[in-house]
C-alpha cells in the first residue's frame, strides 16, 4: 500500500465545514483511496472511498486531485458527534484474496461548540 | 443485519494464560481480518484468513494463533508467549470488491 501523510490534529468549529487533508504521492494506478474514522473505543467506521473520480455520499465528499497525490475528505456540517480519528488509507483491493489495508496514525478531529 | 460481533467487550486475564477473543460476521465475506491497536497508534495486522481452511500472518503474528473453520467464525487466541498482550483487538472482515472492510466493535484485552 501506498505510505500516507495527515495532519495529527484538527479542530473545526459546530456547524462548519472540516476539510481533512491527505497526502499520497506514491499511490499506484491501480490502489484507491479510503476514509475510515474511529470514535473512541470503537471499530473504525467506513467512510467513503474513490478512485480518481470526486465521491459524494450522506456522510461525507472525498475531492482527489488530478494527478492523484493528495485527497481531501469534507464534511459539509460538522457536529460534536464527528469527533474522531480519520484514517485516510491508498489501498489495492484484491478482487480475488484478501488485501491488508494499513492504517496509520490518522488525524485527530475535536469538532468544537 | 448484517454485521460483525467481537465478544466479548472487555476481557482479562492474568499473566501466562492463553486466552481466546470471538469474531463472528454474518456478511458472508470471504476474508477476515484481525488488528492489534495499542494506546496513540494506528492499527496493526495480526493475521488475516482469505478463504476458510486458510490463514497467512501479517505484521506481528508472534505470540498469536487463529483458525477457521467455518466462514462465519475467525477466532484470536493471545499465547503466553505474546510478551504485551494488553491491547484493544479489532476484527474485520471483506467482500470481494473494491468496498473495503467492515470492522466488530473490539475488544479490549486486560492482562494483569
Redesign the interface.
Known amino acids: 500500500d501506498a505510505k500516507t501523510t495527515q495532519p495529527t490534529s484538527m479542530d473545526c468549529a459546530e456547524g462548519r465545514a472540516a476539510n481533512l487533508p491527505c497526502n499520497h504521492s506514491t499511490i499506484s494506478g491501480n490502489e484507491?483511496v479510503?476514509w475510515?474514522r474511529q470514535i473512541h473505543?470503537?471499530?473504525?467506521?467506513?467512510i467513503i472511498?474513490g478512485?480518481k473520480n470526486n465521491e459524494t455520499n450522506e456522510m461525507a465528499s472525498l475531492i482527489i486531485t488530478e494527478d492523484r497525490k493528495s485527497s481531501t475528505l469534507i464534511l459539509p456540517h460538522a457536529t460534536l458527534r464527528d469527533t474522531a480519528v480519520y484514517?485516510c488509507i491508498a489501498?489495492y483491493?484484491n478482487?480475488?484474496?484478501?488485501?491488508?489495508?494499513?492504517?496509520?496514525?490518522?488525524t485527530r478531529l475535536q469538532v468544537t461548540l | 443485519d448484517g454485521g460483525?460481533t467481537?465478544s466479548p467487550k472487555y476481557l482479562f486475564r492474568k499473566e501466562g494464560q492463553n486466552v481466546t477473543l470471538s469474531c463472528e460476521q454474518n456478511l458472508n465475506h470471504?476474508?477476515m481480518?484481525w488488528?492489534r491497536q495499542d494506546p496513540?497508534?494506528?492499527?496493526r495486522?495480526i493475521y488475516?484468513?482469505?478463504i476458510v481452511n486458510d490463514f497467512?500472518k501479517?505484521d506481528i503474528a508472534e505470540g498469536y494463533s487463529v483458525s477457521r473453520e467455518k466462514k462465519e467464525s475467525f477466532p484470536l487466541t493471545v499465547t503466553s508467549a505474546q510478551k504485551n498482550p494488553t491491547a484493544?483487538y479489532?476484527c474485520?472482515s471483506?467482500d470481494?470488491?473494491?468496498?473495503?472492510?467492515?470492522?466488530?466493535?473490539?475488544t479490549?484485552l486486560t492482562v494483569v
Open positions: 484507491y479510503y475510515y473505543s470503537q471499530g473504525p467506521q467506513y472511498h478512485l484514517y489501498g483491493i478482487t480475488g484474496t484478501a488485501s491488508k489495508l494499513t492504517f496509520g496514525t490518522g | 460483525i467481537q470471504d476474508a481480518y488488528y496513540g497508534q494506528g492499527l495486522l488475516y484468513s482469505q497467512q501479517g484493544f479489532l474485520a471483506s470481494r470488491g473494491e468496498w473495503g472492510y467492515t470492522f466488530g466493535s473490539g479490549r
